[in-house]
């Protein structure tokens, strides 16, 4: 019974001195495992983001020009007019009777020049043949000039009278979509009653943003050698999340800088068809509504090559971003970087990196300053971001 014991007892010592040496033939862990990518200059679109609402490029409050009683209302409120359509009519009678009166003023002040052109040239006559006085053609020159006179001010009676008759009709200024009515028919209205409804232009439309001062001048560093307005797009986010399909451009930069809020308002241009075939009770639909708040996105035209490396990269601390370059011995060595726009992906370095150079951008948390690495292939994720 002794042998097996003392056996096993041999084996556990052979075990305890055999362990030691195996752990010694391993020897300490290698430097650890990155993932690495190559510096690119790459396309990348510049974009800024603003606050702003959209706005039509024309509104028109449709306001009574006469006093009269409202007899009709012949749009749908809230439908699509075109311009010239009818959309009040006010009482006619009194204004028509008005140039009725004014047409038998012009006629009669007509008939009265007729006479004194007669009357005139009798006086001269009578005083070629040695039969009449100066003063008889005088009088009657000052009384023919008096007639013209009068003539011309019924004739001005007569367009004012028309005037005011056409005014009973009220027609759309401009092609738009219109308003609620705020009178209703039978009501009398004036001048004063205000605005009876309003027109709105649909297509296009402008979107209008503040942009602080010191963006501003980013822009215009940026773009004012490179085309100024026409160097630049605008897009527009909606309410919802969603990125609008058209785009627009630029059209307007204001004189001044507003005192309240330190910022230059810009406005863009961008287009606002009928959506597909939907209606809502025979409205064609469109996306942009005059003051809907959106989000402003202000992009180069065309993309620039940039030296660009993957989001994921980019470190930082109190002095700034940074990233890990691999030197020719895969030793890991801090660089301080300045980068310009960047997006959730790719960041454009500014300063501090050249293409070529190798960086870490996967494993970055087994990476010590001035320590050695093993470069691999980055995860499919970060690669992928990178395209």
Avoid at 253 to 270: C, F, K, P, Q, Y
Avoid at 348 to 358: H, M, N, S
Wanted: proline share 6%; glycine share 8%; with cysteine.
């Amino acid at each position: 019974m002794s042998s097996p014991v003392l056996l096993r007892g041999g084996l556990s010592a052979l075990m305890i001195l055999i362990a030691p040496c195996a752990m010694a033939q391993l020897g300490p862990p290698g430097p650890p495992p990155v993932g690495v990518a190559t510096v690119e200059r790459q396309p990348m679109t510049q974009s800024y983001e603003f606050n702003g609402r959209i706005a039509a490029t024309n509104s028109v409050s449709i306001v009574a020009r006469v006093t009269a009683f409202l007899e009709k209302q012949l749009f749908v409120e809230g439908s699509d007019v075109k311009k010239g359509d009818l959309i009040y009519a006010l009482e006619r009678p009194p204004f028509q009777a008005a140039v009725d009166t004014q047409k038998a003023a012009v006629a009669q002040a007509q008939a009265q020049l007729d006479n004194a052109n007669i009357s005139l040239w009798r006086a001269q006559q009578l005083v070629d043949k040695a039969a009449g006085t100066q003063k008889a053609v005088d009088d009657a020159l000052a009384a023919q000039r008096t007639s013209a006179a009068q003539l011309k001010s019924a004739q001005a009676q007569l367009e004012t009278a028309q005037i005011n008759l056409d005014y009973t009709e009220i027609h759309a200024p401009i092609a738009g979509r219109i308003g609620r009515t705020s009178v209703t028919v039978g009501n009398v209205v004036s001048p004063q009653s205000g605005a009876l409804t309003t027109v709105i232009s649909q297509d296009p439309m402008y979107v209008v943003f503040p942009v602080p001062t010191r963006q501003a001048l980013e822009l215009r560093t940026e773009y004012g050698d490179k085309g100024g307005f026409d160097a630049v797009k605008i897009r527009v986010r909606l309410p919802d999340g969603r990125m609008y399909g058209q785009t627009g451009k630029l059209d307007f930069a204001n004189n001044t800088i507003g005192e309240d809020t330190d910022s230059l308002l810009m406005r863009g241009v961008i287009p606002n068809p009928v959506v597909g075939l939907e209606s809502a009770g025979g409205v064609r639909l469109r996306e942009l509504v005059n003051d809907e708040f959106v989000t402003v996105l202000v992009e180069s035209a065309k993309p620039r090559e940039v030296v660009a490396v993957p989001r994921a990269a980019i470190l930082a601390d109190q002095r700034g971003e940074f990233v890990y370059v691999l030197d020719q011995n895969n030793v890991a060595r801090q660089r301080y970087v300045r980068l310009g726009q960047s997006t959730p992906e790719t960041a454009a370095v500014v300063d501090g990196l050249t293409a070529g150079e190798r960086i870490v951008v996967d494993g970055l948390q087994r990476v010590r300053a001035d320590a050695p690495v093993t470069p691999e292939p980055t995860s499919p994720a970060v690669a992928a971001s990178r395209n």
